[in-house]
């Protein structure tokens, strides 16, 4: 019961820090002037993937690669599943008004580069150099694309629209304010982490569980938890292209940028078992958004439920 317990509190503190450190990165950046644009490519993206990077980095010292790799795999999965299924339940996501088309396909790419890699049997430095080569063209593309539509629409309307999305952006914060946001975020994430990954491992022991099966299920939907929280306002709200953007884009930093920068800590070892069922799993998943993101259709209350139930029998098939 107290390794639950610490797992439970370790994921709040994880999640609470992986908030703040985007806060006070976010408004610093501003207060220096920095581009908003820069700031949203960059700053946001890493900073809302840092839970999940400070728990494939404690894993990897902890001597528990089958959770950091879990993680990610996990985290792709219940992205569109869960995330993108519970939502649905409460509000049809009118995904056919986005043009997400071109990410989507990014999304792809990064997904079969990164099963490619796993078949070499471990992610070193060599393969994470290849990941993050790709990351690097993938916020090129954003970049360049972000800059065309600044300059068709004027500066002053860019820079609204930037700021507009988002949520933690505030020019006028005050240093200090900054930095008690910055000082939390960077003592809570690997205290957090170092909480989440320790005690998830006893679980796994103790209940005769795998680790990686733990960073499959438990860990993964708990770093996705700001994902779903942002989806389930997105949709609430109608604006089913927050919805959608949020959990491609984060499935393709997980895949690239996560593991990526993991590999400098040490290698991972890819279990046979994600090579038999769960890559495959998450790009079978990653395909079921084809009716969404392609042929427009709208995710109602029935594919919100077709899609939550998908991730209850995956899992159920993992832990039986």
Same mark, same amino acid.
């Given at each position: 019961?107290?390794?639950?317990?610490?797992?439970?509190?370790?994921?709040?503190?994880?999640?609470?820090?992986? +908030?703040?450190?985007?806060?006070?990165?976010?408004?610093?950046?501003?207060?220096? @002037?920095?581009?908003?644009?820069?700031?949203?490519?960059?700053?946001?993206?890493?900073?809302?993937?840092?839970?999940?990077?400070?728990?494939?980095?404690?894993?990897?010292?902890?001597?528990?690669? @089958?959770?950091?790799?879990?993680?990610?795999?996990?985290?792709?999965?219940?992205?569109?599943?869960?995330?993108?299924?519970?939502?649905?339940?409460?509000?049809?996501?009118?995904?056919?008004?986005?043009?997400?088309?071109?990410?989507?396909?990014?999304?792809?790419?990064?997904?079969?580069? $990164?099963?490619?890699?796993? $078949?070499?049997?471990?992610?070193?430095?060599?393969?994470?150099?290849?990941?993050?080569?790709?990351?690097?063209?993938?916020?090129?593309?954003?970049?360049?694309?972000?800059?065309?539509?600044?300059?068709?629409?004027?500066?002053?309307?860019? +820079?609204? +629209?930037?700021?507009?999305?988002?949520?933690?952006?505030?020019?006028?914060?005050?240093?200090?304010?900054?930095?008690?946001?910055?000082?939390?975020?960077?003592?809570?994430?690997?205290? @957090?982490?170092?909480?989440?990954?320790?005690?998830?491992?006893?679980?796994?022991?103790?209940?005769?569980?795998?680790?990686?099966?733990?960073?499959?299920?438990?860990?993964?939907?708990?770093?996705?938890?700001?994902?779903?929280?942002?989806?389930?306002?997105?949709?609430?709200?109608?604006?089913? +292209?927050?919805?959608?953007?949020?959990? %491609?884009?984060?499935?393709?930093?997980?895949?690239?940028?996560?593991?990526? %920068?993991?590999?400098?800590?040490?290698?991972?070892?890819?279990?046979?078992?994600?090579?038999?069922?769960?890559?495959?799993?998450?790009? @079978?998943?990653?395909?079921?958004?084809?009716?969404?993101?392609?042929?427009?259709?709208? %995710?109602?209350?029935?594919?919100?439920?077709?899609?939550?139930?998908?991730?209850?029998?995956?899992?159920?098939?993992?832990?039986?």
């Amino acid at each position: 019961m107290t390794a639950w317990l610490f797992s439970g509190l370790g994921l709040v503190i994880l999640l609470l820090a992986g +908030d703040a450190l985007v806060r006070g990165a976010v408004n610093l950046s501003l207060r220096l @002037g920095v581009p908003a644009l820069i700031v949203s490519l960059t700053i946001v993206a890493f900073g809302t993937s840092a839970p999940e990077l400070l728990i494939a980095i404690s894993a990897l010292r902890e001597n528990a690669p @089958g959770i950091a790799l879990g993680n990610v795999v996990g985290s792709n999965t219940a992205n569109i599943l869960l995330v993108l299924g519970i939502p649905a339940l409460l509000a049809t996501l009118h995904t056919s008004e986005c043009d997400t088309r071109k990410n989507y396909v990014f999304m792809l790419l990064a997904t079969v580069l $990164f099963i490619g890699l796993a $078949f070499c049997g471990v992610f070193n430095l060599v393969s994470g150099a290849i990941l993050l080569s790709a990351l690097g063209l993938v916020l090129l593309n954003a970049f360049r694309e972000a800059r065309a539509h600044r300059k068709a629409c004027g500066e002053a309307c860019a +820079d609204d +629209d930037e700021l507009d999305g988002l949520e933690e952006a505030d020019p006028d914060m005050p240093y200090w304010k900054v930095s008690i946001y910055l000082i939390l975020g960077l003592i809570g994430l690997p205290m @957090g982490a170092h909480l989440l990954v320790e005690n998830a491992t006893m679980i796994a022991r103790t209940y005769g569980v795998s680790e990686t099966v733990i960073g499959l299920t438990l860990i993964a939907v708990g770093t996705s938890l700001p994902e779903l929280a942002t989806t389930v306002m997105a949709a609430l709200r109608r604006q089913a +292209d927050v919805a959608l953007g949020n959990v %491609i884009g984060s499935n393709m930093f997980n895949l690239l940028a996560i593991v990526g %920068i993991a590999t400098w800590f040490g290698r991972i070892p890819v279990d046979p078992e994600f090579l038999r069922f769960d890559l495959w799993v998450m790009l @079978g998943a990653s395909l079921l958004l084809i009716p969404f993101v392609v042929f427009k259709q709208d %995710i109602t209350r029935t594919w919100g439920l077709v899609l939550t139930f998908l991730y209850a029998v995956y899992v159920t098939t993992l832990l039986v």
